[in-house]
């Protein structure tokens, strides 16, 4: 590979989303990652028999249609992965951990009431 047409550094979602991208398209691509695992902050590891995430835990939005950039670029490549459905999920945040529906109106109610957290008229977040 040493007359690669793109050198990608990190092999991170990022990079590894750019390679495949790259790759599906015909290019020749070199991904360089200084760790011994690739994934960047996407893989975990084991210690004492237990598994640590070391980045997000969950990916939501990849189940298909999806504006999710990852689902973007799972469909421009072709591949399928078998995705969760859902409708409640759990959050654990600072001021109580309480279960709420999936979506983003739910949320912010949820938010509005928990935290202070406010909807504008346009559907973006400020804090009250």
């Not at 210690?47 to 689902?71: E, I, M, T």
Request: glycine content about 12%; proline content about 5%.
């Amino acid at each position: 590979m040493a007359d690669a047409d793109v050198i990608i550094i990190g092999s991170g979602i990022g990079g590894l989303s750019c390679a495949a991208i790259l790759a599906r398209y015909g290019f020749d691509v070199l991904v360089c990652e200084s760790h011994s695992i690739a994934g960047g902050a996407a893989h975990g590891f084991e210690r004492n028999g237990f598994r640590f995430d070391s980045g997000p835990s969950l990916f939501s939005g990849l189940s298909a249609p999806s504006p999710n950039p990852l689902r973007q670029v799972l469909d421009a490549i072709e591949v399928t992965l078998p995705c969760a459905q859902y409708d409640t999920w759990g959050c654990f945040l600072p001021e109580g951990h309480f279960d709420t529906a999936v979506g983003a109106e739910q949320f912010c109610e949820v938010l509005q009431n928990c935290v202070g957290i406010k909807p504008c008229a346009n559907g973006e977040i400020y804090s009250a």
